[in-house]
């Protein structure tokens, strides 16, 4: 017994003594957060399901080894030789959408070529007008009862789902917003895209999401807003024709029930401004190319 307790304190000893306190502490924290982000990943999403059936066929594995069942053994054995090429076609979708976030990093609001500050602000005026047309124009949905799916291009690029649909490229009003999603219009039943503050397309298709934790309640126009939020970091209004209620999907989740003021403060902070970041005066901090202009700059 005494022999035991002296070998695994001259292994622990032994571990410290080797141990490079900065390299092996950071690479032990980024193993952790790979792992802790492949679990988040998987988590709540067809993957969990398959990855369960990946982890019997691992069992049944170490069992035919066990009792010497050659035929399984070879099957398996089979199976596990291209396990890499079946679990990226397995989890295309999962690793498509890792990939999707990480590009969606604070990375991407570096600005290379630099924006002029008389464009910025004309691109960041033109968002206001899409804005408020969006809200006024929805304010009238609701009270018609008709729905309406819009979605607002942010940095990444919708090029594949504006090709599904038609493209229009105009100024943003409340008519014309209106009058896309009448429910006789052609283009009402698809989407409609703002890009850079202009009603780019309509009557385009989106995605629709896996997530099983979605209500049941909830139809295709929502299940639709939450799939390209999940695709991209687009922002979603959902307009809903059976009880006018609003909705945004950002990010794979979906919030409800805005009231038109809620509406217009979650684009314009989703769309101009960042509320996460603020200067050294308290002022909020831009995303992309927009600012806030100080008193200062007045």
């Known amino acids: 017994m005494a022999d035991f307790f002296t070998n695994v304190w001259n292994g622990i000893v032994a571990f410290f003594a080797s141990y490079h306190w900065i390299r092996d502490t950071v690479d032990i924290i980024l193993v952790a957060f790979v792992i802790y982000s492949v679990i988040k990943l998987v988590r709540d999403s067809r993957a969990e399901q ?21 035929t399984m053994h070879y099957l398996l054995e089979m199976v596990f030789d291209n396990i890499l090429i079946i679990v990226i076609i ?8 890792a990939l999707e976030q990480v590009g969606h990093s604070r990375l991407r609001n570096i600005n290379l070529f630099g924006m002029g500050e008389d464009a910025a602000e004309a691109e960041a005026k033109q968002w206001q007008r ?21 979605v607002f291009e942010r940095n990444t690029k919708l090029g594949e789902i504006i090709n599904s649909g038609t493209v229009l490229d105009a100024d943003p009003t409340p008519e014309l917003i209106g009058n896309v999603f009448f429910n006789k219009a052609p283009l009402h039943d698809g989407a409609m895209i703002m890009r850079e503050g ?7 298709i989106l995605p629709l999401t896996d997530n099983l934790q979605i209500s049941s309640e909830l139809g295709t ?7 390209m939020s999940e695709n991209s970091d687009a922002l979603v209004v959902i307009v809903s024709e059976e009880t006018g209620t609003v909705s945004m999907a950002v990010g794979g989740e979906l919030k409800r029930n805005f009231s038109l003021e809620a509406l217009r403060v979650a684009l314009e902070n989703g769309i101009l401004w ?19 202009k100080k008193k200062s700059d007045k």
Do not use: N, W
């Open 50 to 70: 398959l990855l369960k059936g990946i982890l019997i066929f691992a069992l049944a594995f170490f069992t035919a080894s066990l009792l010497e069942l050659k």
């Open 90 to 97: 397995i989890f295309q979708p999962e690793i498509r959408r």
């Open 130 to 150: 899409a804005i408020s047309a969006t809200c006024t124009a929805v304010e009238t949905l609701q009270r018609q009862k008709m729905g309406a799916l819009i």
């Open 198 to 204: 202009k009603v780019y397309a309509a009557g385009c």
């Open 221 to 227: 126009r929502h299940r639709a807003g939450v799939g």
């Open 274 to 292: 960042d509320r996460t970041r603020r200067d050294k005066d308290g002022e909020r901090k831009s995303i992309g190319p927009f600012r806030r």
